[in-house]
């Protein structure tokens, strides 16, 4: 079993749609996760941050943590089709012997039709 | 003004050569890493360097060998290259390992193996 699970989609929705993607995790050290969006043939780049459980909004992108389901969740408010890519969410542990290690996601590939 | 750079971008090679591909990143970041990414978009750490020192090494056939000259570079050497090699390699910093600390990718070197 891998350490983070993620549904690899393909998801289709049309513009201005709400867009839940999500994560499930089983290592209880993780603290520290961050979502990633990819477009195709570029480099993952760095969207949202969150350390532990919460919320965490910037602009039309919420982040939230449930730490005690070992879920997070990344909701896209208003999706336009530049939103269309593939999101990957990576965590890693605060402490410990892994702790400079990110573990990520396999990626849901988000396709928004105008 | 890339923050992280790689090269080359494409690399097209036989089973059996030697290649070596080299990364930058002018962040000032002490911590570089690289990761295999397959066919599924399944984001893989290989090594982790902080100041020029190995911190992260995972199981990978020894047949890769990264080298880090200083802290603003990281480059992977492959020797005798198999068809199983083939997939996108990225490269990424981060100003410190672990916690709160994100992590900047490079635009990925494709790896092929024919």
């Known amino acids: 079993q891998k350490e983070v699970e993620q549904d690899p989609g393909p998801l289709s929705v049309p513009e201005g749609a709400i867009v839940s993607l999500n994560c499930t995790y089983s290592n209880s050290a993780f603290q520290y996760f961050m979502w990633y969006r990819q477009y195709s043939r570029k480099g993952p780049e760095l969207l949202m941050y969150?350390?532990?459980?919460g919320n965490k909004e910037d602009g039309r992108f919420t982040a939230q943590v449930d730490k005690s389901s070992k879920y997070i969740s990344l909701f896209i408010r208003d999706s336009q089709p530049s939103d269309s890519a593939t999101y990957l969410c990576a965590m890693t542990p605060s402490d410990g012997d892994n702790f400079n290690k990110f573990y990520f996601g396999s990626g849901t590939k988000l396709n928004v039709k105008p | 003004d890339t923050a992280v750079s790689q090269t080359p971008k494409y690399l097209v090679t036989q089973m059996g050569n030697d290649k070596s591909i080299k990364c930058e990143q002018n962040?000032?970041?002490?911590?570089m890493y690289w990761y295999k990414q397959d066919s599924k978009k399944f984001l893989k750490i290989m090594f982790s360097?902080?100041?020029?020192?190995?911190?992260i090494n995972e199981t990978v056939p020894n047949r890769f060998s990264p080298k880090s000259p200083d802290k603003a570079h990281l480059n992977l050497h492959i020797n005798s290259l198999e068809l199983g090699d083939s997939a996108v390699y990225f490269c990424a910093s981060s100003l410190s390992g672990g916690q709160g600390s994100e992590q900047y990718f490079g635009p990925g070197t494709r790896l092929t193996v024919t």
């Open positions: 969150t350390y532990s459980s």
């Open positions: 962040l000032g970041h002490d911590t």
């Open positions: 360097y902080n100041n020029k020192e190995l911190i």
